[in-house]
């Protein structure tokens, strides 16, 4: 009797100590999961260091193996892609027109004329393909053979004594990437005089009758100069000291000039049926080509999102969004399967209102496409005349980007204090959205569609940041 005793007492320590030793083992695999993903996600020595002596304690040598091999994986991952987005710069700044036919040859065009350059002399000697011609009859009529010498700003005599500009800067980019606050915060500067309006949108819109696309007449041009009249007007009064008004620059802050070419199909030769030969971007190199693009960018799925709550009223809400996202996506992804790239299926239906693949009106797709818009001004621009901004850099570093822009922009430096100041204030169109976030599933879903084009603009802006590896 005692004997079976002790045989159950040994048994059942047996299983007491085994169920501990599982707790124990569970609470183990816990605690190294837990650090293993502080490990992957944190990449500084001190915190590594830090992370590797917990890990020594609770889970030993092959846990730290392993989240070491990874870690070295991702950044050799990340190294081989950063050497290649700067071979691809590299060659972008030295042959910009043939790595561009390179890189998506069915965006120049099926049975579209070949895309060129335009110079000034081809505007003076009447030498313009008609596909870019049409897109501006009214600016290449009236466009001024010469500029006045000396400024910055590209300003011209009209009529003996009338002096007319155009903008020196373009701040473009796409509705709530924080183009206000970019406009507010950079024509802060004493040597940009803002234009009447901070958006004229003249280039893509207010040009055209909206309902029939047709251009308006010529006078819109000049009502399009109006805007840049203070400028005109300081240096015909010569307000300042001549040095100082050689230094003054005026800006156009309309976000749609980056990415709106609804009009296209109007004024292209009837064989282009997957896009333009032309677009705006290069109208504005044509007759501007010393002009400077600042385009800002947001992750493209939070600006989808932004966008869609800032301009509805109470019916939306994340679960309707995510019903626009699924039949915005299904409808461009039957686009893409059917033979279509980024660039034609932006392109291919815009009906010269509002339509076109993956756009119900409400949720927007085609702006988030980057960098189907940022290779047009590629194509135009030389490279140093384009600048990239992310927008959550913006926002967190805007003490370090605003000299680089004025840097960017050959403007006088401004004192550190001044800096400050001008970094100090608020947008007051700012908006919050009270509706809640996104659900996860629409995001999830919007970053799968949108990671294509994220990789492309890192490529060829040769900036990592824009995969959104940390938004992501």
Not at 24 to 48: C, F, V, W
Not at 340 to 349: Q, T, V
Not at 411 to 421: A, E, F, N, P
Not at 434 to 453: D, H, W
Request: charged share 25%; hydrophobic share 35%; proline share 4%.
């Amino acid at each position: 009797m005692v004997h079976l005793r002790t045989i159950f007492a040994t048994l059942m320590l047996i299983v007491l100590v085994t169920a501990l030793a599982f707790y124990h083992t569970s609470a183990i695999s816990q605690i190294g999961t837990q650090l293993l993903t502080r490990l992957e996600k944190d990449e500084t020595n001190r915190e590594q260091s830090s992370i590797r002596t917990l890990l020594m304690k609770n889970v030993g040598e092959s846990v730290i193996n392993k989240a070491e091999n990874h870690q070295r994986q991702r950044q050799n991952s990340l190294s081989g892609f950063n050497q290649n987005a700067s071979r691809d710069i590299k060659d972008i700044q030295k042959r910009q027109h043939n790595v561009f036919a390179q890189l998506s040859q069915e965006t120049f065009h099926d049975k579209c004329p070949q895309r060129r350059n335009i110079t000034l002399e081809d505007i003076e000697m009447k030498q313009l393909p008609d596909d870019l011609y049409k897109l501006a009859p009214e600016v290449f009529d009236q466009f001024p053979k010469t500029f006045l010498e000396g400024y910055s700003n590209p300003c011209w005599v009209q009529g003996g004594d009338q002096i007319r500009c155009l903008p020196k800067l373009f701040l473009a980019g796409v509705a709530k990437c924080g183009t206000t606050d970019l406009y507010l915060k950079v024509a802060s500067h004493p040597h940009i005089i803002h234009a009447k309006e901070k958006e004229p949108s003249w280039w893509t819109r207010n040009r055209y009758d909206r309902k029939q696309g047709e251009h308006k007449p010529v006078g819109s041009f000049y009502g399009y100069l109006h805007e840049f009249d203070k400028l005109a007007n300081k240096m015909r009064n010569h307000q300042d000291t001549d040095a100082e008004v050689q230094k003054l620059i005026t800006v156009d802050g309309s976000p749609s000039t980056f990415w709106d070419n609804v009009f296209w199909r109007k004024y292209v030769s009837p064989e282009c049926t997957k896009g333009p030969t032309y677009v705006i971007a290069d109208v504005i190199r044509a007759i501007l080509p010393k002009t400077k693009i600042i385009a800002i960018f947001r992750n493209p799925t939070d600006r989808l999102y932004s966008d869609y709550m800032f301009t509805g009223g109470r019916a939306r809400t994340p679960q309707t969004f995510h019903e626009h996202v699924l039949k915005s996506t299904t409808s461009f992804d039957s686009c893409l399967e059917s033979g279509g790239n980024l660039r034609s299926c932006i392109y291919k239906n815009f009906n010269g209102q509002h339509g076109h693949v993956g756009h119900d009106h409400l949720v927007m797709l085609m702006k988030g496409l980057y960098s189907v818009h940022a290779r047009e001004w590629l194509y135009a621009f030389p490279r140093e005349q384009l600048m990239f901004i992310r927008f959550e850099d913006w926002y967190s570093k805007c003490k370090k980007i605003l000299p680089e822009i004025y840097s960017f922009l050959e403007l006088d430096s401004l004192m550190s204090t001044q800096i400050d100041k001008i970094c100090a204030k608020k947008n007051p169109t700012k908006k919050k959205n009270s509706k809640g976030p996104m659900l996860n599933a629409t995001r999830t879903i919007l970053n799968k569609f949108y990671q294509v084009s994220r990789q492309e603009l890192a490529r060829v802006t040769g900036d990592m940041n824009f995969l959104w590896d940390d938004w992501t």
